[in-house]
Nanobody, 125 residues
């Protein structure tokens, strides 16, 4: 059973950068698409970025594609989300997820197989 743990969140100021990481245990990221999502209070969870582990293909939400970068470290089964030029609108709980099917990640399908517990990112103005 693949388990995901996010880290790297916290409180930053507007304009700062932050890098989130998602580490896996109990399995391998190979054969999965990894995704990052966020959910702000009172809002639905939204897709941010995804990476297909085995070929490195990446996908981004239009809203963040110029500021966020998803990457991976295959040896450590870790996926990163580099976030630049943060604004208070980026304040949310950020989640890592994995699924064998890319479509599940890209469409935030109800049946996404694995989720991390989430990590808070707060951007002050």
């Amino acid at each position: 059973q693949l388990q995901l743990v996010e880290s790297g969140g916290g409180l930053v100021q507007a304009g700062d950068s932050l890098r989130l990481s998602c580490a896996g245990s109990g399995g391998t990221f190979s054969g999965h698409t990894m995704g990052w999502f966020r959910q702000a209070p009172g809002q639905e969870r939204s897709f941010l970025a995804a990476i297909i582990w085995d070929n490195g293909g990446t996908y981004y939400a239009t809203a963040v594609k110029d500021r966020f970068t998803i990457s991976k470290e295959s040896v450590k089964d870790t996926v990163w989300l580099q976030m630049n030029d943060l604004t208070p609108d980026d304040t949310a709980v950020y989640y890592c997820a994995a699924d064998p099917l890319a479509a599940q990640i890209l469409t935030i399908a109800r049946g996404i197989k694995y989720w991390g517990q989430g990590i808070q990112v707060t951007v002050s103005s």
